[in-house]
Each structure stands twice: as structure tokens, then as C-alpha cells.
């Protein structure tokens, strides 16, 4: 009886040997991009003298770029095989901002938002696609268009705030 045991658990073994050795045959995954697609046109509702509307906006727009900035910086030390949830999210983040309405005067800076932030995530992309692309070289130019435009959102608070302050 102990004989036969022992002969099943080494046929066992051949199999699970045999079936290891074929998974290294399989071919690499295709690499699929998360951004297809053209970009949506952008939602264009209301005035900046509209102080509510220009509130809400600003407050969703703030929120998005500082999300967006703090994943795109962890994403930038993972691997190539770590990276895509990063991409997805970043992705999300920069879909639900071209979902948002934006005011006249925050038209041109909401732009600039969503393009930077395509930019980040192709940037990301193709690094994970080729990791011998320089991902911190590219990411450290898209740094630089956010600063941009945190000096145009920072105009954009200011006036929010005048408005807040001027007597109804």
C-alpha cells in the first residue's frame, strides 16, 4: 500500500514539473493602454461673477489636482508591473475633472489641467511599455506645467475670495 502512495505523489510531482516548465513558454502579456480614445470636449456652464458656481468649481478642481499629483509622485518609483493600477486611477482622476463643469474664466486653466494630467498619464504609459524610457525626466517637465497652473488657480482663489468679501 505504501508503495502505491508513493508512486501517485511522483507522478504528481512529474506533472506539476512538467506544468511549471511549460508556463515559462507562454508569451509575454500584451501591453493594453488605459487612455483610447479622443478627449471629451470639455463642459463650459456659467460665469465666474456667479460666486457659488465659481466656488464649487474651483474646490473640485483644487481637490483633483492635488490627488492627481500626490499618485502621479508614488507612481514614479514603482516598477513597470506595479504601475498600471496607478495608471488607472490617474486616469479616473483626470476622466472625472473633464466631467466637471467649469465657470467662463476657469476654461482655459481646466484645459491646461486635463492636458497635463494626458500628458502625466502618457508619460507613464510608456514607461510601461519600455522601462528605459526616462520617466523622471518626463514627469519632472509636466511638474512644471502643474506650477503654471497653480499660479493661474491661485489668481482664480484670490478673486474667489474678493467676491466672498464684497458686500452682497
Request: proline share 5%; aromatic share 6%.
Amino acid at each position: 500500500m505504501k508503495q502505491h502512495w508513493g508512486r501517485g505523489w511522483l507522478g504528481i510531482a512529474t506533472v506539476m514539473v512538467a506544468a511549471g516548465c511549460a508556463i515559462n513558454d507562454l508569451p509575454a502579456p500584451t501591453f493594453i493602454p488605459v487612455t483610447t480614445g479622443p478627449m471629451p470636449t470639455l463642459i463650459v456652464a456659467g460665469t465666474c461673477e456667479q460666486t457659488p458656481e465659481l466656488e464649487l468649481w474651483l474646490q473640485t478642481f483644487s481637490i483633483s489636482l492635488d490627488s492627481f499629483q500626490r499618485q502621479m509622485d508614488e507612481a514614479e518609483f514603482k516598477s513597470t508591473e506595479d504601475i498600471g493600477s496607478d495608471i488607472r486611477a490617474l486616469t479616473g482622476i483626470r476622466d472625472n475633472l473633464i466631467e466637471t463643469t467649469s465657470p467662463d474664466c476657469g476654461t482655459v486653466i481646466h484645459r491646461q489641467g486635463v492636458d497635463t494630467m494626458t500628458s502625466a498619464v502618457n508619460a507613464l504609459e510608456d514607461f510601461q511599455r519600455d522601462s528605459s524610457s526616462n520617466l523622471s525626466a518626463a514627469l519632472e517637465t509636466i511638474r512644471l506645467q502643474f506650477q503654471s497652473i497653480e499660479t493661474e488657480r491661485l489668481a482664480l482663489i484670490e478673486r474667489l475670495n474678493q467676491q466672498l468679501d464684497a458686500p452682497p
